[in-house]
């Protein structure tokens, strides 16, 4: 089946900008989107682009997408102990009628002083 | 707008059990997904329910099923449990179309004894 990899750990500084890589292998992704889950809560939906999208740009996120190398990624400008989470990257394309994520495994970012 | 919310969010389970759990999505959000949480598997999709149809399934067994309700609210059941069913249960909710960006819930965490 499709697949999507993240590297599993982040360590950054607090005031750092942080990246977080996505590789994804389905070349009908429609949609990509970056979660993020804190200890014992569900997912929060961050930033999601669309695959005719290079670069979109939210606050302090800014998220790059490669569609011939199937890479995304997310940066996070001056990050903060308070965005140490797991981040999922996921991609969607049509199944059925309706569009079904597949998430990667997610990548702990751990922000220190 | 409330978000999605889950009934129980903690649950205790003997093996051979069977046990219900349950979403409300978003008000106006009418499919709803289901997708399992561990260490181990990562999330994995279950099935998704629009217009009380079961529109998608993932790999799981039969063991696993759900049903959704006329107010889109919805349910999923897991019978003779086993201790690898423990896991957090997260529910998801979308706007039928052309994205269909999920909105999950806080989980509902199972644990089998």
């Known amino acids: 089946g499709e697949d999507v990899e993240q590297s599993l750990f982040l360590s950054v500084r607090e005031g750092d900008s942080s990246v977080i890589n996505c590789t994804y292998t389905?070349?009908?992704?429609?949609?990509l989107y970056w979660y993020k889950q804190e200890p014992g809560a569900g997912l929060q939906l961050l930033t999601y682009?669309?695959?005719?999208?290079d670069m979109k740009q939210d606050q302090r996120l800014t998220v790059l997408l490669n569609k011939k190398d199937k890479h995304l990624s997310l940066r996070i400008a001056d990050t903060q102990t308070g965005d140490s989470a797991i981040y999922f990257c996921a991609e969607t394309s049509p199944l059925g009628g309706s569009y079904i994520p597949t998430f990667g495994r997610g990548t702990s970012l751990i922000v220190h002083p | 707008k409330a978000g999605v919310t889950q009934t129980p969010r903690y649950l205790i389970k003997t093996r051979g059990q069977q046990v219900t759990l349950s979403c409300s999505p978003i008000?106006?959000?009418?499919?709803v997904s289901w997708y399992q949480q561990t260490p181990g598997q990562g999330l994995q999709f279950l099935f998704e329910y629009f217009s009380e149809t079961q529109r998608n399934k993932g790999n799981f067994p039969g063991r696993f099923s759900g049903r959704q309700f006329s107010n889109s609210r919805s349910e999923m059941n897991v019978s003779t449990l086993e201790l690898g069913d423990s896991a957090l249960y997260l529910c998801a909710s979308s706007l039928p179309g052309s994205q269909e960006t999920q909105y999950f819930g806080p989980g509902t965490r199972l644990l089998v004894l």
């Open positions: 008000s106006g959000h009418r499919s």
């Open positions: 682009i669309f695959s005719n999208m």
């Open positions: 389905d070349s009908s992704s429609t949609y």
